[in-house]
């Protein structure tokens, strides 16, 4: 069970007269969202608060106070074993934190400094994706090279997809986790780290050293042109300082290509930035228009209104993609985008993360991140999911009330694509919003697509032949597979799109494949599971093989072109161009 943490220092100046230093996502376990939090923070001692609730008047904070240091001295004159004292008092602040809301959080000094890093969008390493789950199957042998980023230490050595990792610096990492490789790979810049690793095809193992550098960390991973005239830009890696940027130059690109439609992809983008999300929705809407609104307490006490600050906004037809792990600043965006309709929003419903996080500076380049106020959309729908009732994790792995939610509550008539059918209610939602197209939502939820598509979901067995798939694209890139010499992948191309012709699946590669599962039982995957879901064995055979010669990016366009979603947003773009028309002539419907 793995937990990624961001946080962020960027004054937000939207707001006259305020210097708002706070950045926003979601936290999620297992489904890869995370914490995102802010800065600027007063310290007040306990002592001088005191309890608002009645039951509990007569335990004022000088008195819990001595409670805690009365069992802190108690637990060290009495204890049998050795005591870490600093993981006890951080075991201490995360549980008083607990007790409020999913998003408070502490940061111990290693956490802190990784999220800064991740803030920064660059970090101090090699350059490598690596994997040890994938799609949920855990590797049973440790942790493998995925692909190499252009330009960085591992590209110039050397290292390939596939990869097993044997040893960092001499230390056995055969049963190190993603995380353990991923801690022990960063260190200092210009600091040298040597690898050990397994490659298919050599039958010794291969050393490889490399000079820490900085390695960017782009949050759109994949703009291209989709078909023809329409563009397709996937800002899935957060909203960080450079997102808007990324953004604009992203589309001016496609632009020049003949992009006249857009699909955004923010599918698992677990958000970031606050003003990166006002800037990003600025693209698309009028200078002046809210983007969100702000309410909490301390300087949030009145509702902000953050507004649109594009001069020359795009018109073009937008598409927004979004599902249950787009969360916080993705949601203010698609919540933006939806509200004044200027774009659809095709997917499923997303994480529902509208709680504010601003972080105070602790000790010793500690933290932690106490949520101050909430977010709501420009019509008044608040983007928090409920989390006062069920345990912490249905929260996270969204196990709730939306799980019998029929697939069509958010049908719309195609044949009026104005006129847009408002969703059913799921039970316990907030107050119902109109918004300006004239449909009706309900806040407390997250952001309801105007086009519900839910994503297949994933069988144990389709788990397993992505398992083996990944295993036999090792071999079959480094040219020993009898017969498909040709598919050797001796160098990464980078900034390609593979071609259809480009190392096909054929009925001899698939043959291959099946010769491969047989050999090797521990997979358990029988060929004739191969034939029952041929179309995804190929689809991922395809995948990892294309990811291996052309990179990660160019893979995960082979999976977008028979991604559900993505065809729907497709079809979807005529009525997007209509809402477009309209919002470019200041038309207000009503549906």
């Known amino acids: 069970m793995e937990v990624a943490r ?57 008195e819990i106070e001595k409670d805690y240091n009365e069992a802190i001295s108690t637990i060290t004159r009495n204890y049998s074993g050795d005591i870490d004292h600093e993981k006890a008092t951080q075991a201490a602040i995360q549980g008083m934190l607990s007790t409020l809301d999913p998003h408070s959080a502490y940061f111990p000094y290693t956490e802190f400094k990784k999220l800064k890093e991740d803030q920064d969008s660059r970090f101090y390493g090699i350059g490598v994706t690596i994997v040890q789950h994938r799609d949920g199957v855990p590797r049973r042998d440790g942790v493998y090279v ?10 110039k050595q050397g290292l390939k997809y596939g990869d097993r990792i044997l040893e960092v610096d001499g230390r056995d990492a055969r049963d190190w986790t993603s995380e353990q490789v991923s801690k022990n790979v960063r260190g200092s810049l210009g600091e040298p780290v040597t690898l050990k690793v397994e490659r298919a095809g050599s039958e010794t193992p291969l050393y490889f050293t490399m000079v820490r550098d900085a390695v960017p960390l782009p949050t759109i991973r994949n703009a291209y042109m989709i078909r023809p005239g329409t563009g397709y830009i996937g800002l899935t890696g957060g909203f960080q300082r450079s997102s808007d940027d990324e ?4 589309m001016k690109r496609l632009e020049e290509q003949g992009m006249r439609q857009l699909i955004l992809d923010l599918r698992g983008n677990p958000g970031g930035l606050l003003d990166q999300a006002i800037d990003v929705a ?41 599902n249950r792990n787009s969360a916080s600043a993705s949601e203010i965006v698609a919540g933006a985008v939806q509200d004044h309709g200027r774009g659809l929003i095709v997917g499923e419903t ?8 601003r972080i105070f500076q602790l000790p010793f380049n500690t933290g932690l991140t106490l949520t101050t106020a909430r977010y709501y959309t420009p019509y008044g729908r608040s983007l928090q999911r409920d989390y006062s009732s069920g345990s912490l994790y249905d929260y996270y792995t969204r196990h709730d ?35 300006a197209v004239g449909r009706v939502f309900y806040g407390g939820g997250g952001i309801t697509p105007d086009i519900e598509v839910k994503e297949p979901p994933n069988t144990p067995a389709r788990l397993r032949i992505a398992e083996a798939a990944f295993h ?16 050797r992948v001796d160098k990464v191309q980078y900034g390609k799109n593979a071609r259809p012709t480009d190392f096909p699946i054929t009925d001899r590669v698939l043959e291959a494949f099946r010769n491969f599962v047989r050999a090797q039982p521990d997979f358990r995957v029988q060929p004739a599971q191969i034939d029952e879901e041929l ?17 990660n990016d160019a893979g995960a366009r082979v999976l977008l072109d028979s991604d559900v979603q993505v065809l729907r947003a497709l079809e979807a773009l005529p009525d997007a161009k209509r809402l477009a028309d309209s919002a470019a002539r200041g038309v207000v419907w009503r549906g």
């Open 282 to 322: 600025s693209e698309f809407l009028p200078r002046g228009l809210t983007v969100v609104t702000v309410k909490g307490r301390t300087e949030y006490s009145e509702p902000i209104l953050y507004k649109s600050t594009g001069s020359d906004p795009a018109t073009l037809p937008l598409v927004i993609l979004i």
């Open 535 to 551: 179309d995804f064995a190929k689809l991922r055979l395809r995948q990892d093989i294309v990811t291996a010669a052309f990179s």
């Open 350 to 357: 997303s994480f529902g993360k509208g709680l504010v996080q």
């Open 247 to 250: 953004l604009s130059k992203a």
């Open 146 to 155: 995925q692909s190499v980023v252009e330009g960085t230490p591992a590209a």
């Open 6 to 62: 961001q946080f962020e220092k960027s004054p937000s100046h939207y707001h006259a007269g305020w210097l708002n230093k706070f950045t926003i996502t979601a936290l999620a376990v297992i489904l890869g969202a995370a914490v995102f939090g802010g800065t600027i923070g007063n310290s007040r001692k306990l002592g001088s608060f005191t309890s608002n609730n009645a039951k509990n008047s007569y335990r004022v904070a000088d």
């Open 401 to 435: 009330q939306s799980e019998n939610q029929p697939s069509g509550n958010s049908t719309r008539n195609l044949d009026s694509p104005l006129s847009l059918a408002s969703p059913t209610p799921p039970p316990q939602t907030g107050q119902p919003v109109q918004t």
């Open 472 to 487: 036999f694209t090792r071999h079959l890139a480094a040219g020993v597979v009898p017969g498909l010499e040709s598919y």
